[in-house]
């Protein structure tokens, strides 16, 4: 067998250039076409939006409005009557407590009355914390924090 050392040479004519030039991406909207179809795209949706989808949006706010407005007072007669009967609760709650503790009247401390030059019909809600001194805890925080008032 012969064996013979055959060498790898460059091709007859040497190899190709390498390509290192820059192929930029072709353009196909410049910057004065693509404002001019952003301005022309912006325009007719803004038409399509408030000359079909808006006026619905308006109706259903005015329905929604008009709905509140007329229940609400009878929301606010309701809420009236829930803090009332609540009032009246807590009342009838210190009566219960202190029906033992011999001179105890309701809504007087000490047998005075707690508001002096006030009518005996004049009807003073409680305070925060007198409202839910029977209620948890963490109602209580709540109703503040909504209110703001510094516990």
Same mark, same amino acid.
């Given at each position: =067998?012969?064996?013979?050392?055959?060498?790898?040479?460059?091709?007859? @004519?040497?190899?190709?250039?390498?390509?290192? /030039?820059?192929?930029?991406?072709k353009?196909?909207?410049?910057?004065?076409?693509?404002? #001019?179809?952003?301005? !022309?795209?912006? @325009?007719c949706?803004?038409?399509?939006?408030?000359?079909?989808?808006y006026?619905?949006? !308006?109706?259903?706010?005015?329905?929604?409005?008009? /709905?509140? !407005?007329?229940?609400?007072?009878?929301?606010? /007669?309701?809420?009236?009557?829930? &803090? !009332?009967?609540?009032?009246?609760a807590?009342?009838?709650?210190?009566? %219960?407590? =202190? /029906?033992? +503790?011999?001179?105890?009247? +309701?809504?007087?401390?000490?047998?005075?009355?707690? &508001? %002096?030059t006030?009518? %005996?019909?004049?009807? +003073? @809600?409680?305070?925060?914390?007198?409202? &839910?001194?029977?209620?948890?805890?963490?109602?209580?925080? %709540?109703? #503040?924090?909504?209110?703001?008032?510094? +516990?």
């Open positions: =067998m012969d064996a013979t050392i055959k060498q790898e040479l460059p091709p007859p @004519g040497g190899y190709e250039k390498i390509k290192y /030039a820059r192929n930029p991406a353009s196909y909207f410049r910057g004065g076409r693509l404002l #001019a179809g952003f301005i !022309l795209f912006n @325009g949706t803004t038409y399509y939006y408030f000359n079909h989808i006026p619905g949006i !308006l109706h259903h706010r005015t329905e929604k409005t008009s /709905a509140h !407005l007329a229940t609400l007072p009878m929301l606010m /007669a309701e809420h009236d009557r829930a &803090y !009332l009967k609540h009032c009246r807590m009342r009838d709650e210190e009566e %219960k407590l =202190m /029906a033992n +503790v011999p001179g105890w009247e +309701v809504g007087k401390w000490n047998g005075q009355p707690i &508001y %002096k006030l009518d %005996k019909d004049t009807f +003073v @809600g409680p305070q925060l914390s007198e409202y &839910y001194c029977h209620a948890p805890y963490w109602d209580f925080l %709540k109703k #503040a924090h909504e209110e703001q008032i510094q +516990v």
